[in-house]
């Protein structure tokens, strides 16, 4: 990618970049960590980026600012906000890289609902490290782009590299993801079904903390390996109908770790179930479609581009369907 | 009971009995067996009889029949019918037990609304196993027309013994239930609230063998002892709050193992979810209540009878809910 070349030079004269990354969707899901602090994960996951829905950064590295500032979808966030003290974290570790101290703008917005069950922290992560990297003038592999990107959200590791990825689990620097597939490798749509804009009550670095409390996780974790395996394999075979299987199943178990935490965590809502009911019943009416749900009421429709159509049609007859948005696979995290 | 022992007798002279018996609702559940002819379970489990609610069945054993009858809630059953197979293999038992043969006429019939997650079979095999021994002659202990019930549907062996029952591990002989507290020992109510009246796709049954071929199968059965014993320490000390976390965890360990199996089985339907957010609601409101469901898509809301009116009408303006039942502790399974 030449042009990315061009951009991160330009981008490290200036002292300023703007990167784009897109949300994914968890096929294989990571719940809990081996070390919460570098956010490694206790399992391995494979995920989709949904190239329709976008995250985009700006960063200015900027000597006359006695601070961070940062913006979100034109809301200024003040120093005490978590979401500040998350970001500036964040920007902290690619200042150590560096070695500077400078103060940086951060401007970001999304063109997608933040808060519930689309992976908007990923997107928003994998955005900011490629974006704060390039502005502190400094050339990241993908790799270790992915590991920063990981630190601020593990699931923004996944956001890294292009169409369908796979995060491994290993150190600080190895546990990062990669692509096993191109965008143009499968055209899978994900029809996300917003039943809830509200945002969760519990976010996922706490829910993170609490997967250990469930006595069905470490069963969960032992599993995990087993299904990325059978699930990366369907993927590569373009097999729906085999991967369907796994990926509802992977979720079914992770909401199950949630619900029988301590406190338990209970994401589904009336309108999560009536669509998990609903799938199964357009299955056997021959809608080839399959679910899955990340840490939120919203439940994402797998399927693909054939019946995109009868989906979203089916969907928006449901009586707790809000909004529906529809990605195809997206490329990678890139200065743009 | 002396009346029972008079009952006994004119049973045996008249080689007819009626007896009555409750459903009980489970606070640590049975899913999985060890031995599925026997129904000998993976784990113990505890319950309450559901004292509202009852079976009634009469057993005549009559020379001049050539084959069983059986009519339940007034419809007559064929001889190929799964039902009907399912009460004759239990009559056999009793048949083999004082070796006649003897042909029966037997007659159920539910106050309650059967197959939705209220647990008819109990009810109706507790009942069937005190009216069919004692018109066959037989005095068994209350052990033994546990053990009995227990072979025609493992959660009826529950419904022997009276109040507060545990199912305890054992082989055919010992694997049975014991009242661990009387009906008045705690007067708890079971707000059940139906959320749907048709007859489930999959019965217990079914559902029993299918507990195995979920990865989250053995991590539920490895922590069910902890449950137990910490339910019933909860209900011994009359602690709604220790003992409505259990039950509700214990609740959702089932539904994720049963979620999980394969091929797998989705008892929860929109009304089933709407009324587990709407708990956690109410409870965060003052009101103590607490949930659990069955292999149904009905929830059992536990309360203390202080707050059943206001569990009530809270549940009666969820827009899924059909009907709701109300019922305290029972007494034993018994002739009348």
Known sequence: MSDQTELR???????????????????????????????????????????????QTTVIFDDSLSHDSLTINQQDYTLDDPAYQRVRHHVDIVREWTNISTHARIESSSNFPVGSGIASSAAAFAALSVASSAAAGLTLTEAQLSQLARRGSGSASRSVPTGYCEWTLGNDVDSVAVSIAPPNFWDLQDVVVVVSQEHKAV??????????????????????????????????????????????EDAVIMHGVMMSSQPPLYYWNAGTMRIIQATQQWRAEGLPVYFTIDAGPNVHLICESAHVQAVVSAAKQLPEVQDVLVSGPGGPARLV
């Open 9 to 55: 030079k330009k981008a490290a004269q200036t002292r300023q970049a703007t990167a784009l990354a897109h949300p994914n969707i968890a096929f294989i899901k990571y719940w809990g960590n081996q070390d919460h602090a570098l956010r490694l994960p206790i399992n391995p996951s494979l995920s989709m980026n949904l190239g329709a829905l976008f995250t």
């Open 203 to 248: 976010g996922s670095t706490g829910g993170h903390r609490l997967a250990d409390t469930s006595s069905l996780q470490s069963a969960r974790v032992a599993g995990a390996d087993d299904r990325l395996t059978r699930c990366r394999e369907a993927l590569l075979a373009r097999d729906l109908v085999s991967m369907g299987a796994i990926i509802e």
